[in-house]
């Protein structure tokens, strides 16, 4: 057999074999003692390779807030239903549903508002709200949406102002525009840091040198902070310039007498 052709193991090593948490006991393990977000990467890691059922038969443990539990529970049904995989029971228990709207985003930054626009903004949430999946679904396919439900966050928002439209068609134009947000394909990110950096990229692109087709204008000349449309090579100046590595020691070549 060809190096590096060996099938994988049917099923996964778990964190003392392979280093990589392989059910929410060792992920919970893991990020106490590592960073929560690579302790994260490393379990969808090991996920996406193996697709097993048994990185989430284990429910999360006791002392997981409310909040986290029902999220750990939204993502097992959700990649279950996803792959074809059987949805584990504990995910319908009574301690895995919130009794209101729960916003992560309030906990990560709470003053997030506050920092970006330093409280002057007509600032909503719009949730939506949906029906239970039909119990003999094969594969994952969006609820129907039954209600919605805004929050003034602050200010006065105009309520058909609201609506979860502009971050939708923007997901969608990232997602069009760049190869690295599709999975199984060469072109998926491997590492969070090039992810980053080519998100950045390419929204530095759409909002100073692509011309928005309703605005007859890029982004930024529409909001005052530049004057023209740029060009890649403008864009591409804006990086510092590479610094010089210092060359090791100099060997010097055999001479090699001829034949």
């Not at 998926?188 to 840091?193: D, R």
Request: aromatic content about 12%; glycine content about 4%; hydrophobic content about 40%.
């Amino acid at each position: 057999m060809i190096h590096g052709n060996a099938p994988r193991a049917a099923t996964p090593p778990g964190l003392a074999a392979s280093g990589r948490p392989c059910n929410y006991a060792e992920l919970a393990e893991l990020s106490e003692r590592w960073d929560e977000e690579l302790a994260w990467s490393e379990f969808l890691h090991e996920f996406f390779r193996y697709k097993s059922a048994s990185f989430f038969a284990v429910p999360p443990l006791a002392s997981v807030r409310t909040e986290q539990a029902a999220l750990l529970a939204g993502v097992a049904e959700f990649l279950s239903l996803k792959f074809g995989l059987v949805v584990p029971a504990w995910v319908n228990e009574p301690e895995f549903f919130l009794a209101d709207v729960w916003d992560p985003w309030e906990d990560i930054c709470p003053d997030m508002e506050e920092k970006a626009f330093g409280g002057d903004a007509d600032y909503a949430k719009l949730h939506k709200i949906y029906g239970a999946s039909e119990a003999n679904e094969s594969r994952y396919s969006s609820a129907t949406c039954i209600g919605w439900d805004m929050k003034t966050v602050s200010d006065v928002p105009d309520p058909k102002d609201v609506s979860t439209s502009y971050v939708e068609r923007q997901n969608l134009n990232m997602r069009m525009s760049m190869r690295r947000f599709t999975r199984q394909t060469n072109a998926f990110s491997k590492k969070v840091e090039n992810h980053g950096h080519a998100v950045a990229l390419y929204f530095a692109f759409y909002n100073f040198c692509r011309v928005h087709q309703t605005l007859r204008v890029t982004p930024a000349m529409e909001a005052g902070l530049s004057d023209h449309v740029w060009t890649v090579e403008e864009l591409v100046s804006l990086m510092p310039e590479p610094e010089a590595k210092k060359r090791g020691a100099y060997k010097k070549r055999k001479d090699y007498m001829p034949v």
